[in-house]
């Protein structure tokens, strides 16, 4: 069983700039979550996807957009980058089948706005 | 608004040193409460769902047990390897949306 996996690793980009997080959820998943977690906090949720769609979404605006594909990976968009936006972004699949569903996380995308 | 508060923020024990985390909550109507593990640098791993007062689960020195308005994770008798933050998270029925506590950093000295 193949588990959730996340590209990139680490990444640094500027102020103003456009990023793509991707994720592959664990093999019999059909739901993806998306949260921040700032250095000394929790994770954040910021929405999730299920069934390609956008089904709850946190307290994040528009600028944090996301996409999940028929295999059930996903991508998070953020547009017009702020140093706020440093953090660790995690992705968890899950499958929502049933009651409230247990998630598996990927190890996360380290990303720094300079 | 849900809100999850864990304590205390950091915890230091001796090896063999049992002890309790707490996690205290407020959520309208219950769906689900979740224990996870965090080493540094990585995703949280999942250890314990939670769905109704009075239901307790365990795992090797692990036991979590859970209220109406707080959970508990007890660690007996711990090893340097149970070292690491432990984050709560509640999900309230109805919503996907899932919400995690500060976490609790526990170091288990040799």
């Known amino acids: 069983e193949t588990g959730v996996t996340q590209s990139p690793t680490h990444l640094i980009k500027t102020r103003g700039q456009q990023v793509t997080l991707r994720c592959s959820s664990q093999?019999?998943?059909?739901?993806v979550s998306w949260y921040q977690q700032a250095l000394g906090q929790g994770p954040q949720f910021i929405f999730q996807?299920?069934?390609?769609?956008?089904?709850g979404r946190g307290n994040f605006p528009p600028r944090f957009s996301g996409l999940q594909f028929p295999n059930y990976s996903s991508e998070l968009n953020v547009n017009a980058l702020e140093l706020d936006d440093s953090a660790l972004y995690l992705c968890?699949?899950?499958?929502?089948?049933?009651?409230?569903?247990?998630?598996?996380f990927g190890p996360g995308t380290r990303l720094t706005v300079t | 608004e849900d809100q999850v508060t864990q304590s205390p923020e950091a915890l230091r024990l001796q090896e063999g040193e049992s002890s309790s985390l707490n996690c205290s909550y407020t959520?309208?109507?219950?769906?689900?409460l979740f224990w996870y593990r965090q080493d540094p640098g990585k995703g949280p791993e999942f250890l314990f769902t939670?769905?109704?007062a009075g239901e307790e689960k365990e795992k090797e020195r692990l036991k979590a047990t859970l209220t109406k308005k707080e959970s508990f994770l007890h660690i007996t008798a711990p090893k340097p390897e149970d070292s690491a933050t432990y984050l709560c998270?509640?999900?309230?029925?109805?919503?996907?949306?899932?919400?995690f506590g500060i976490g609790t950093k526990l170091q288990v000295i040799p």
């Open positions: 959520v309208s109507g219950l769906r689900g």
């Open positions: 939670l769905y109704s």
């Open positions: 093999s019999g998943h059909n739901t």
């Open positions: 998270a509640v999900q309230e029925g109805g919503y996907q949306k899932v919400t």
């Open positions: 968890a699949s899950s499958d929502r089948t049933g009651g409230p569903h247990e998630q598996y």
């Open positions: 996807y299920y069934r390609e769609e956008e089904n």
